[in-house]
């Protein structure tokens, strides 16, 4: 996945336990000037006519009828108690549905609640009801990739965690199969910002499956560019007391530079830690997880003397929204249909998975799975509507160039100086692929199916 949105629910967890094809001219006229509320044209930053009335009758695919199309979106609110995910669906179905649909269809979303271990329950429910699954995650969603396959059911998700670069499935932020998709943001960190730091680089990880392996990954791609990697540590799925201990080792051992890969609240913990003995580390990443009100406020006063840094795939900074149409006009929305939703990142992931769907879907002359799933993938240039640096749709197993960086102070969330040659972002980070070897998703043949078998 691109980056560790999910990993907190599965420690979370281990404690509990103990066609005609819209190309990429669409997306890149000039932004709308119809304001931040929606219009009967429902036009969204650059895209036009992203949905509106027609005169759609034929049935032609399980979920779709002449006025309806049912689009499932997974989550584990039930266990999270997070609605992010289902807030989405709800802001943009209601903005989609009151301009007229898809070519006059309403979409209905259908919430699958996995509550973190019931994925292929869900899917096989998914897979009875649904068209298409769109702007939604799971934690272990590797339970469920091999019945959906075998459903053919496509799916546009928020995020992913083990089944990136799956058959039958887009990510509006590139999945980057087999490539490091943080080489240009560490580049940046080791290279630039702090260099004497590659001398000592540090890995904390928690002692889970999913955080080990992205630990490993990341070992892999800081060595390569330059850093030495002297500390790498695991630490209990239930969280730690007292981090102490921990602090300690860092600094003994002379980190300078910590990656950290799990619960924010626990590394908020370590940061006090490591403040309490007066180590003050030259940058810490806490991952885009932390992105967000609730890591500063547990941080607190560890933000005045420990450097934190998150690298948020691409995505326009949310506390700069007045700056950029798109993220203001999607501000708008959720304030009109979700007023007391908090806008997280994946729920701005999500968004822009909807606004591929219903753009991909409205040009379809028959409503098909195949016909949806073509027109998405020949985006060349993705940004839903600008909410994001552009993206190939068309090519997973490309790496992403483009990348921003958010450090967080004691006064919220800002821009880091990390030098962007795009507007917000910077788009010449270096290409790493991967040597060694972590797995892949399912594929089509693997469940005795293939694309043509997409109808």
Known sequence: MRRLLIPALVLALAAAAGCSGRTKSADTSSPSTTGAADTATADFGTLKSVCGKGTA?????????????????????????????????????????????????????????????????????????????????????????KTRLKCLLPEFPAQVTSEAGADLQVLTQGA????????????????????????????????????????????????????????????????VSDWTPYAQSIKTKKVKGLVFLGDFTQLAKLEQALTNIDYKLDWVDANNNAYGPAFLKLADTALSSQTN????????????????????????????????????LPAVHAFSAWLLFATSAADCAELTRSCVLANAKKQTEWTGGGLQAPVNLSSPDEAVKCFNVEKATTAGWVPADFKPTDGAYRCDAPVYKYKGNYGKPPTLADVGKSLADLK
Request: net charge negative.
């Open 57 to 145: 009758k034929s049935v032609t695919s399980q979920g779709v009828t002449s006025s309806e199309i049912k689009v499932g979106v997974f989550t584990d609110v039930g266990f999270t108690k997070n609605p992010e995910f289902e807030n989405a669906s709800k802001v943009f179905t209601s903005w989609c549905n009151a301009a007229g649909g898809i070519n006059g269809r309403k979409i209905t979303p259908v919430s699958h609640d996995a509550q973190l271990m019931q994925v292929n329950q869900q899917m096989i429910s998914a897979c009875r009801t649904d068209f298409f699954e769109v702007g939604g995650g799971a934690a272990l969603d590797g339970l469920g990739v």
């Open 309 to 344: 840094f998150a690298s948020i795939d691409g995505t326009y900074p949310l506390e700069k929204a007045d700056d950029n149409p798109a993220t203001k006009q999607m501000v708008a929305l959720f304030k009109k249909y979700a007023p007391d939703a908090q806008i997280t």
């Open 176 to 239: 980057s199969s087999g490539y490091a998709p943080y080489a240009g943001y560490y580049s940046w960190l080791l290279k630039e910002a702090y260099p004497s730091s590659a001398s000592g680089v540090g890995i904390i990880a928690g002692d889970v499956a999913v955080t080990k392996g992205i630990g490993a990954q990341d070992k892999e791609v800081l060595t390569a560019l330059g850093g030495k990697v002297n500390y790498f540590d695991l630490y209990p799925a239930q969280g």
